[in-house]
């Protein structure tokens, strides 16, 4: 990288550079939120990103350098920020599977920041380019990829994702980390290595993870509406597995899953869902009534994975702050 080192930036040069360090943003939060796991803290650290960009703004070296220096102030402040830190995971790698679907089942909570996050997919996706890096781009988002993520040390998981993922070159990768190629290779093969025994150990049935299905999310949809539970477990894989962050219960059957749609479940009856994109899965938002006016509240932004024309995955995340995150509005009659 050459060019002269900026001394003080001018009014002029932060009007040029505002811009764009704004066009990078989406990418660093994708980055971020591969890294931590959670958007929240991945829009946490963009933050952070971009408050140290500024501050150190006369040690950017050339105007070309722009993108690999934010992506090293980046990766410094996930590195601080995952520094004694429990990974994240999903709950089904958090507890054991709840046998039945009983109210009980509901008394465990998980920790909080114990389980992985979802993103919305215009937040950490780029827009636009080449088919085939944005299937790759998808993948590396999906909620199982990145708990997989969260089992490497930081600055493994760090090489895997600018390597693997944002086909970073090894010594560009090398000099971001600041060792020297044969490291960044070395962590590299450990990393790959690492999640290929997750993979093979992983309690999830061995199956083909298909492409996002509006057409089944509208059928779920419709039957989710309706309340029909009947027309809801026809949909689902026959070992699906149904977990609602932050409570520790997991289940795992359609036959459970329909057992618990007609127990506590039933509560969600009459519920407003409007659907989403999250974790490169189409998925819904969900507002339950609540209250004696029956007005509908934010209850669950809900991830789906589907696989062979069924469901085989429901996530239901109970954490309202979502909707402030994703830009969904309080009340859904009014719009905001």
Request: hydrophobic share 45%.
């Amino acid at each position: 990288m050459t060019g002269a080192i900026v001394e003080r930036p001018d009014v002029g040069q932060v009007a040029e550079l505002e811009p764009r360090l704004a066009e990078h943003r989406r990418e660093l939060t994708g980055y971020c939120y591969r890294m931590l796991g959670s958007s929240f803290d991945a829009e946490d650290a963009v933050q952070e990103t971009m408050v140290r960009a500024w501050r150190s703004l006369d040690r950017l070296q050339g105007s070309g350098a722009l993108r690999s220096w934010l992506y090293r102030i980046a990766t410094n402040v996930c590195l601080d920020a995952l520094d004694g830190r429990k990974r994240r995971a999903l709950p089904v790698d958090l507890s054991d599977e709840s046998s039945a679907p009983v109210p009980a089942s509901l008394a465990g909570v998980l920790a909080d920041g114990a389980w992985v996050e979802p993103a919305l997919d215009r937040a950490v996706l780029p827009v636009g380019g080449d088919p085939a890096d944005l299937a790759v781009q998808k993948e590396s988002v999906r909620l199982a990829f990145v708990a997989a993520l969260q089992l490497l040390p930081p600055r493994q998981r760090a090489v895997l994702i600018l390597r693997d993922v944002l086909r970073w070159k090894a010594d560009e990768v090398a000099a971001l980390l600041e060792t020297s190629v044969a490291a960044a290779n070395s962590a590299l093969q450990r990393a790959r290595a690492t999640l290929a025994a997750h993979q093979a150990r992983d309690k999830a049935p061995d199956r083909d993870v298909a492409a996002p299905d509006a057409e089944l999310l509208a059928r779920y949809l419709d039957a989710f509406l309706r309340y029909d539970i009947e027309a809801l477990v026809a949909l689902l894989h026959e070992d699906a597995v149904m977990d609602m962050p932050p409570y520790a219960m997991w289940l795992r059957s359609a036959a459970d899953i329909g057992a618990w749609f007609a127990g506590p479940g039933a509560e969600c009856r009459g519920s407003h869902v409007v659907p989403l994109e999250l974790n490169g899965y189409p998925a819904f938002a969900q507002w339950r009534p609540n209250g004696p006016d029956g007005a509908h509240r934010p209850w669950a932004v809900h991830a789906l994975t589907t696989a062979d024309g069924r469901i085989t995955r429901m996530t239901a995340f109970l954490d309202t702050r979502l909707f402030d995150l994703f830009g969904l509005p309080r009340d859904p009659a009014a719009g905001g």
